[in-house]
């Protein structure tokens, strides 16, 4: 198709290939890898040539190499498969129980002892967090726990209750509706100003997107005053994290843009436009921060240059996955994942280099909890994420609760960094 011939043509741009540079490429003086745009029809690539193209420029995504192998499998394609096998073997990943029944069978008799020494057993959980609180679930589905680093208060935030849960010094949680807001989720605090702001977005996709606010709401702790940021155009708002000198970033993974509003402005403007990354998410800052590092949540961690808006890639220099990446954060000179679009899910921390460009090793802080359904966002609060560990995203369907699924309380645990 003329799309995937395209698309190939600019793939092969990108990795050395005849042609200029990609115009998403941070300038060749760093040793910052390029990034290659995605988009919706990047997901639609269904052919072994235009999958292999793909894997090439995005080489940490365990999302891209499956479905290269469902495209080997389905072809016939036995050494390429066993070849996918063997890169997904060294990552971690484990495959479920149908599939390990159905894969050594479509690779061929001749081949299928071969599949089945690389098809993982599930490792033992790895479990070093307690849990901290108990929201009730007349919350409903909440996306983020938020412990406000000046008092130490923790606030839960409400993407269908389009509220702020917190608790008394009983430890009675309550929850506070925000007159005005769609979907609630990240929330962040202003180091300059002492405001706490919150994203507002048709997140959950109910559509109500037109009728309610879509970019950032913040408020003074203990006071009643509430101050309305909006986001242009159709966006969608959902992670934050906030500059030393107050500029707050937003990421939108329904429409792939990434939005910042500066110190104390009253405007969002566009840092990456729509095009570039296709599910952005979990947003950290570099210790110096010139650099943005964002989630893709399909094709791994891009790297946006906040003084060009040049968006380039995070390298993994170990054999790791850096898709399936929700929450992130920068704790000292890790990046804090939560990863829980990968199998086994996992939080872990990511040693960056000197100098930012590449992840250089890796430390698995907890896996396949057996209190998880699906962990979310937090924060980081004295050296410890806090974190949602019971993800209720299955229980909803574009806003509405999921017939013969009840909603839960939502549990806060506290995972300690060192």
Not at 156 to 164: D, E, L, N, P, Q
């Amino acid at each position: 198709m003329r799309a995937f011939a395209a698309l190939i043509a600019g793939f092969l741009a990108c990795c050395g290939g005849a042609g200029h540079a990609c115009a998403d490429e941070i300038p060749a003086s760093t040793d910052i890898a390029a990034w290659h745009p995605v988009d919706a029809e990047t997901g639609t690539i269904a052919d072994l040539p235009g999958l292999a193209a793909l894997g090439a420029v995005f080489p940490d995504s365990g999302s891209v190499r499956l479905r290269l192998l469902n495209v080997q499998l389905r072809e016939g394609d036995a050494d390429g498969a066993i070849e996918s096998l063997r890169w997904l073997e060294r990552r971690g990943y484990v495959f479920g129980a149908a599939a390990k029944q159905q894969i050594p069978a479509l690779v061929g008799e001749s081949r299928a002892d071969q599949a089945k020494a690389l098809l993982l057993s599930a490792p033992a959980p790895i479990e070093r967090s307690e849990e901290v609180a108990t929201i009730p679930a007349a919350a409903g589905l909440t996306e983020t726990a938020f412990v406000d680093p000046a008092t130490g208060s923790m606030y839960v935030t409400s993407v269908t209750g389009k509220s702020i849960w917190a608790s008394d010094k009983r430890g009675i949680w309550s929850g506070i509706a925000v007159h005005g807001a769609d979907n609630l989720s990240g929330m962040v605090r202003d180091p300059v100003t002492g405001r706490l702001w919150v994203a507002s977005g048709d997140i959950d996709q109910s559509g109500e997107m037109d009728s309610e606010l879509t970019g950032l709401i913040s408020i003074l702790p203990f006071e009643a005053e509430w101050t309305k940021t909006e986001a242009p155009g159709a966006t969608a708002l959902s992670d934050l994290v906030a500059a030393e000198d107050g500029t707050i970033y937003a990421s939108d993974p329904i429409g792939g843009g990434i939005y910042r509003s500066p110190p104390k402005g009253d405007v969002m403007e566009e840092l990456v436009p729509p095009g570039r990354l296709r599910s952005p998410q979990g947003l950290a800052i570099s210790a110096d921060g010139r650099l943005l590092y964002a989630s893709d949540y399909r094709y791994g961690i891009a790297i946006v240059d906040l003084a060009t808006s040049h968006v380039g890639r995070l390298r993994a220099e170990p054999p790791i996955l850096l898709d399936g990446i929700d929450g992130l954060w920068r704790h000292g000179n890790e990046l804090v994942a939560v990863q829980n679009g990968t199998s086994p899910m996992l939080i872990v921390a990511l040693e960056l280099s000197a100098d930012g460009s590449s992840i250089v090793g890796c430390r698995i802080l907890e896996r396949a909890h057996s209190e998880w359904t699906k962990p979310l966002s937090g924060s980081i609060h004295r050296r410890a994420l806090y974190y949602v560990a019971n993800g209720q995203w299955d229980r909803f369907d574009k806003g509405e609760r999921v017939p013969d699924k009840p909603v839960l309380p939502t549990y806060i645990r506290r995972l300690p960094l060192d």
